[in-house]
């Protein structure tokens, strides 16, 4: 299955906006799903299809997707948020692949 | 409101097999997807396989491809992964999440708790 490309880290100072992208071939054809993994917790669903946030995800987060990379955005980055970010998609057999991961800091 | 409760922690030899059981508890999940997703210490996320549990049908990940077998209990709402021929890289959380729609293995709105799976001899 094809493979998802994730910038490892990436910081954010408190209040701006950040994006977390996700690159892989599979996109073109579907789109991105996100999780929000805390330590020792299980990863939380963040966003799903085009741009569908589950009930109880506030809405400073957002997704896009342009040819082969979709984006996470967060507006207004708050103490929280800080976690790790993994997309993952599916490919044309229906089999899943996650990217490798970003781990956001907040500043 | 669906929980998914996984068994408890497991410490295998190598070469040996681990069952990880995943129940559905207030609700069922004979309509939806399965997904088992595990974690080595410190890594990232990676997908095992997963079951669609309306079609009766497992996909697994090319990596796992005959030596991983996921099935569904309907009846009991309990889905289960096992892992044969396990050696000290298996050494993960193992997690069983439940997919948004039917057939969507990758798009897992519920996860459960993780199990440990330790390989050492």
């Known amino acids: 299955s094809s493979e998802l490309t994730q910038d490892p880290a990436v910081s954010v100072a408190l209040g701006q906006t950040v994006r977390i992208t996700c690159q892989g071939d599979s996109l073109r054809g579907y789109y991105a799903t996100w999780y929000q993994q805390k330590p020792a917790q299980a990863p939380v669903l963040v966003m799903s299809?085009?741009?569908s946030r589950p009930s109880g995800i506030p809405d400073r987060f957002s997704g896009s997707s342009s040819g082969n990379v979709a984006s996470l955005t967060i507006t207004g980055a708050l103490a929280e948020d800080e976690a790790d970010y993994y997309c993952?998609?599916?490919?044309?057999?229906?089999?899943?692949?996650f990217g490798g991961g970003t781990k956001l800091t907040v500043l | 409101q669906v929980q998914l409760v996984q068994s408890g922690p497991e410490a295998k030899e190598p070469g040996s097999s681990v069952k990880v059981s995943c129940k559905a508890s207030?609700?069922?999940?004979?309509?939806?997807?399965i997904s088992w997703v595990r974690q080595a210490p410190g890594q990232g996320l990676e997908w095992m396989g997963g079951f669609n549990v309306m079609l009766d049908t497992p996909k697994y990940a090319q990596k796992f491809q005959g030596r991983v077998t996921i099935t569904a209990d309907r009846s009991t709402s309990t889905a289960y992964m096992e892992l044969s021929r396990l050696r000290s890289e298996d050494t993960a959380v193992y997690y069983c999440?439940?997919?948004?729609?039917?057939?969507?293995?990758?798009?897992?709105?519920?996860w459960g708790r993780g199990t440990l799976v330790t390989v050492s001899s």
């Open positions: 299809g085009k741009n």
């Open positions: 207030g609700g069922t999940f004979s309509t939806y997807a």
């Open positions: 993952n998609s599916r490919d044309s057999s229906g089999l899943v692949v």
């Open positions: 999440a439940r997919g948004v729609l039917p057939a969507a293995l990758h798009a897992l709105d519920i």
